[in-house]
Structures are given as C-alpha cells and as structure tokens.
C-alpha cells in the first residue's frame, strides 16, 4: 500500500516549502539489494549490503520483506532467537505480523503498524504471522530495520512500542504529489510517534510520477532513501534509482525525490509510483562488533552475548509458548 491511503488528501497537513538557501543533497552512492531468506523461509530483499557501515551509522542492517504473495500454508516467520545492544524496528506496510518477546511484549501489526523493540541489555524474541494467514495466505509486505544503541544505552532495560497506523503523522507536499508517512523524528516540524534513544527520522513516502518531493532534513543527520517499488530519481544530481535500491546522499539540510515521468523510459508500469523509505540519524561514531543478533562495541562483549545466550541469561520463552516452541525445538533462543 502507499505511505497514506485517505479520501481527502487536502485535509493533510503540508511539508513546507524548501528556505532560499536551503543545500539540497547530492547522491553519494546506488547499490542494488541482494535477494535472500530469513527466519523459516520467508523471502527478504538485504537493503544495506556492501553499504560502508560508516555512511549507515546509526543503523545496522535492513531487510525488506516481500512483497509477497503467499499461497494457503506458505506464510513464515522466524522462531524464538535472541537480541542485545540494538533496536529492532518493524513496519508492516501490507499483510498481517505477530510479535512475542520474553520481557512482556508482543501484539499484532498490520498494513501501517510499527513494532519498535528495544534489545538493549538482552531480549528473546519471536516474529511470525497469526494463523489466519497462514492458513488462508496472502499479501505481505514490511521492513525490518536495525538501529544500533550508543555504548551508554547498550544495557538499558528492554522495552517495546505498539504504534499504530493511526498515530503517524501523515504530510503531504506543498502541491500534493508527494504523501508521507512520519513513524520517527522530526520532518518540518512535525513529529512521528516513535521514541529513539539515537536521534533519527524515518519516513514512508509515495511521489507520483513526474511529482518532486523537497523533504526537509536535519544537517547533522545523514541520509539514506530506499526504494520499495517503483522508479524515479533522488537527490539534486536526479540520479535513477528503481526498486530495491538504495542511495546514500552527501551533506544538506533537504532530500530531493522525483517520481518518473510517464513514458520515461525508466519507467515501471506495474508501480507506477516511487514508494520508499528515507531514513537518517546521528552518526553514534563508535566502534561495532557485530555477530548474529548482537551488535556490541567489542569483540569479548560478543562472546559473552553468546555465552549469556546459551546458559538463558537474555530471557524465558513465556509460558504460553513453550508447548509451541518445543515442537520446533527452538527453546534455546538461537539465532537463524
């Protein structure tokens, strides 16, 4: 689905419009997302492969999951798996999620919902879709996207946000032909719902074809825009971009998004618009020691994750699971 589906666009509140001297970015870098598997099966786009983790920062890794149609019995999930030392966000753009963890969260997401998990000091986790889905099938589609924690906040209590469709801030552009969807930060002054212990933004926008979208950005932040779907051009350069890349743009206070003109021959007729996600935060600048699930600062906090891991010191699959989990002899929380 697009970033906002309502009746009346004009009612939406406005981005507004670029200052004179505003430094539009220019695209540093396009690469082209891998395919791959996650968890049980289910097919995932890499977003951020062979992307320096120093033009990332803060973020980690990011998958795009689907877009899918699944046939009766086929949707999946991943089993019980444990996490430390980041943020796990995920938007669930079409299709239905269930979310568990060992420290109290857990609900069900669907077409606009985002679920914000906070590993921090240790989590055990599990995502799959409700049995309705499994058994009837469907569309599917949503992201996953990690943020690392800085040193101070990597042992902070687990927490968990349910943000509902409904909570988001939704813009449109000055004239219209760009819709936006603000899950986190600050977007000309108007704020998404979600709380971060790193200063970022993340926005889910739709620009029709031909449409420029002139999105303010903060300057200390950096600035990645991914491509869900369709095809057009980012940055001041106007480099092409199609689905399943994702650019990584230079320094400015404002990211400039064109949808492709109708007859171009970059054109996508299937989706005709540019749907993307355009994400940027404070660069944390420190050290990552990265293995599986756990994002730490070095490579003997690494160790101790596992170790912790294995002797169950990140959590207890609640009760109501058990039964579940030990038919699918995951009760040792290990990752994929």
């Given at each position: 689905?697009?970033?906002?589906?309502?009746?009346?666009?004009?009612?939406?509140?406005?981005?507004?419009?670029?200052?004179?001297?505003?430094?539009?970015?220019?695209?540093?870098?396009?690469?082209?997302?891998?395919?791959?598997?996650?968890?049980?099966?289910?097919?995932?786009?890499?977003?951020?492969?062979?992307?320096?983790?120093?033009?990332?920062?803060?973020?980690?890794?990011?998958?795009?999951?689907?877009?899918?149609?699944?046939?009766?019995?086929?949707?999946?999930?991943?089993?019980?798996?444990?996490?430390?030392?980041?943020?796990?966000?995920?938007?669930?753009?079409?299709?239905?999620?269930?979310?568990?963890?060992?420290?109290?969260?857990?609900?069900?997401?669907?077409?606009?919902?985002?679920?914000?998990?906070?590993?921090?000091?240790?989590?055990?986790?599990?995502?799959?879709?409700?049995?309705?889905?499994?058994?009837s099938g469907g569309l599917f589609h949503?992201?996953?996207?990690?943020?690392?924690?800085?040193?101070?906040?990597?042992?902070?209590?687990?927490?968990?946000?349910?943000?509902?469709?409904?909570?988001?801030?939704?813009?449109?552009?000055?004239?219209?032909?760009?819709?936006?969807?603000?899950?986190?930060?600050d977007v000309g002054g108007h704020r998404?719902?979600?709380?971060?212990?790193?200063?970022?933004?993340?926005?889910?926008?739709?620009?029709?074809?031909?449409?420029?979208?002139?999105?303010?950005?903060?300057?200390?932040?950096?600035?990645?825009?991914?491509?869900?779907?369709?095809?057009?051009?980012?940055?001041?350069?106007?480099?092409?971009?199609?689905?399943?890349?994702?650019a990584v743009l230079g320094p400015g206070?404002?990211?400039?998004?064109?949808?492709?003109?109708?007859?171009?021959?970059?054109?996508?007729?299937?989706?005709?618009?540019?749907?993307?996600?355009?994400?940027?935060?404070?660069?944390?600048?420190?050290?990552?020691?990265?293995?599986?699930?756990?994002?730490?600062?070095?490579?003997?906090?690494?160790?101790?994750?596992?170790?912790?891991?294995?002797?169950?010191?990140?959590?207890?699959?609640?009760?109501?699971?058990?039964?579940?989990?030990?038919?699918?002899?995951?009760?040792?929380?290990?990752?994929?």
């Amino acid at each position: 689905m697009p970033a906002v589906t309502v009746e009346d666009t004009t009612t939406l509140a406005r981005v507004p419009v670029p200052e004179p001297r505003t430094v539009r970015r220019r695209t540093r870098s396009v690469t082209t997302a891998p395919a791959g598997f996650e968890g049980e099966g289910f097919p995932v786009r890499r977003a951020f492969a062979g992307v320096d983790l120093r033009d990332l920062d803060p973020f980690i890794h990011m998958d795009q999951m689907g877009e899918v149609e699944y046939a009766p019995g086929e949707p999946k999930g991943t089993s019980w798996h444990p996490h430390r030392g980041f943020e796990t966000v995920t938007y669930i753009i079409d299709g239905t999620f269930e979310h568990a963890d060992s420290h109290g969260g857990g609900g069900t997401i669907s077409n606009g919902d985002t679920q914000w998990m906070t590993a921090g000091g240790g989590v055990l986790h599990i995502e799959r879709p409700p049995e309705a889905l499994v058994l009837s099938g469907g569309l599917f589609h949503g992201l996953q996207l990690w943020v690392n924690l800085p040193r101070a906040q990597k042992w902070v209590e687990p927490r968990y946000q349910d943000l509902r469709a409904r909570e988001s801030v939704l813009l449109a552009s000055p004239d219209g032909g760009a819709l936006l969807r603000v899950i986190a930060g600050d977007v000309g002054g108007h704020r998404g719902p979600g709380s971060t212990y790193t200063p970022m933004a993340m926005v889910h926008a739709t620009v029709s074809p031909g449409a420029t979208l002139d999105l303010p950005w903060r300057p200390d932040f950096n600035a990645l825009v991914y491509v869900l779907s369709g095809s057009g051009a980012v940055g001041i350069d106007g480099s092409p971009v199609r689905t399943g890349q994702l650019a990584v743009l230079g320094p400015g206070d404002t990211v400039t998004l064109r949808g492709t003109r109708p007859g171009d021959r970059h054109a996508q007729s299937r989706t005709p618009d540019l749907d993307v996600v355009v994400l940027g935060g404070l660069p944390i600048r420190e050290p990552i020691a990265m293995y599986g699930p756990f994002v730490m600062n070095t490579r003997q906090e690494v160790l101790d994750a596992l170790t912790d891991a294995q002797a169950g010191r990140l959590g207890s699959i609640p009760a109501s699971y058990v039964g579940a989990a030990a038919a699918h002899g995951d009760l040792r929380g290990e990752s994929e």
